[in-house]
Structures are given as structure tokens and as C-alpha cells.
């Protein structure tokens, strides 16, 4: 089976720009995360989505949207690019959305804005 | 939300036995810990997740004490493909939101 994936792999943009980031879980998997993670930080949690739902929101200005497919794929769209959205940015999928639950990462799209 | 702290780096030998402990003074009730290791260029990778007492896997241990207040990671007999950052994650429970916080990772480099 595939693991999750993630798309592009690397992406370059400018002050201002918007950016769409797209996630495919594992399949089965109802539930999808998102993740920024800066160089040298860990992941700090953006977003959850189950069952279509948002489930969770981390503490990422509204500039950061989301949404998950039928398919149970996600993106993530960020507008108003700003130079410190340079970062990795993670997508990881579960079966379920709380307790006892293993994420699988995908391996991120790497964004540069300049 | 509670927040882990942990060594911002270890370094060890083949074959020793490692551990990283991790504080989580302000864990919730119902979170439960959870541990991850991330190689360069790639996501982390899920290792274990426990809620008390002691939680053992085919690749590590996870040792709670009685308070919850603290965790340690035990890695047996590591090689050197185990040098990665190992981050310690509390939450997943209702007090947090089902949201877990990740800390800033303990790199750990495995000396021949």
C-alpha cells in the first residue's frame, strides 16, 4: 500500500502569492493533519480534518485555510505568502481522529518564499 | 496545553543502550505521550505511544512513572542508522483538544 503522499515536493514563491499544497492518505485513513515545520524546530500542528470536518486548529493566522475531499484528500492553501511561511509543511493521516492513534507523515512539501 | 521539555542533544555508541527522558510537568489528565523520530528531508515516523506504567514495541520502551510528569524513551543496542531527532509529544485527549504538542526534538547522533 502507498504511504501518504504529498505534492509538490518543493515549491518556490514570492511575497503575496498564494499556495495550494495537496495530500493523499493512506488508504482508509479518515483523518488528515497538517503541519509547519520551521528548520531545526519540530512540527507545529496547523490543522485536522476528519471525516470532512475540521476537528482541530492550531494557532496559524486565518491567511491558512484547509479542507478535506470525499476521497478523504486534503490541501492546504495559504494566501498572502509571507517570507516566514518558508518551511517544510507536513501532512499526516490516522485512522481515527483522537486517542490512541499513529499519524503517518507524508514527506513534505518544502516551500521557499522570497 | 502542556509543553515538553527535553535534551537538545545526546550522543551514544552501537550497541549501548539509549534513553531520553522527556518533562511534561503540565500533562492533562486524559493525554497520552507519544514518541517520533524524524531523518533529514523526511516526516517523522510514529515509535510508540503510551498512556502509564511501562509500553514496550519491537523497536523501543516507554517507561511512565506513577505521576506522569516525565517519560523515557529506552532505545536498545542502537546502530547507526538510529542517529535522527527524537521528539516527545504530550495530548491527544479532550483537555488538549485532541491536539498534540510537539517540543523541540533531541538530536541524537550514534557514534561508531
Known amino acids: 500500500d502507498a504511504g501518504v503522499t504529498q505534492s509538490p515536493t518543493h515549491l518556490i514563491k514570492t511575497r503575496g502569492q498564494h499556495v495550494t499544497l495537496r495530500c493523499s492518505p493512506i488508504s482508509g485513513h479518515k483523518s488528515v493533519s497538517w503541519y509547519q515545520q520551521v528548520l531545526g524546530q519540530g512540527p507545529q500542528f496547523i490543522f485536522q480534518?476528519?471525516?470532512?470536518?475540521?476537528?482541530g486548529r492550531g494557532n496559524f493566522p486565518d491567511r491558512f485555510s484547509a479542507r478535506q475531499f470525499p476521497n478523504y484528500s486534503s490541501e492546504l492553501n495559504v494566501n498572502a505568502l509571507l517570507l516566514g511561511d518558508s518551511a517544510l509543511y507536513l501532512c499526516?493521516?490516522?485512522?481515527?481522529?483522537?486517542?490512541?492513534?499513529?499519524?503517518?507523515f507524508g514527506p513534505g512539501t518544502r516551500l521557499t518564499v522570497l | 496545553l502542556a509543553k515538553t521539555t527535553q535534551p537538545i542533544s545526546m550522543d551514544s555508541y552501537e550497541g549501548q543502550e539509549v534513553n531520553i527522558t522527556c518533562s511534561h510537568n503540565?500533562?492533562?489528565?486524559?493525554?497520552?505521550i507519544t514518541w517520533y523520530q524524524q531523518f533529514p528531508s523526511q516526516g517523522p515516523r510514529f515509535i510508540i505511544q503510551g498512556y502509564k506504567t511501562k509500553v514496550t514495541n519491537e523497536v523501543a520502551s516507554l517507561f511512565i512513572p506513577a505521576d506522569r510528569k516525565s517519560s523515557t524513551l529506552s532505545l536498545p543496542r542502537v546502530s547507526l542508522s538510529d542517529t535522527a531527532v527524537y521528539y516527545c509529544l504530550v495530548g491527544g485527549g479532550m483537555d488538549s483538544n485532541y491536539q498534540l504538542i510537539w517540543g523541540a526534538g533531541t538530536k541524537l547522533i550514534i557514534k561508531p
Open positions: 503540565n500533562i492533562a489528565t486524559n493525554d497520552y
Open positions: 499526516a493521516s490516522s485512522l481515527r481522529d483522537r486517542g490512541i492513534n499513529e499519524q503517518f
Open positions: 480534518y476528519y471525516e470532512k470536518e475540521e476537528r
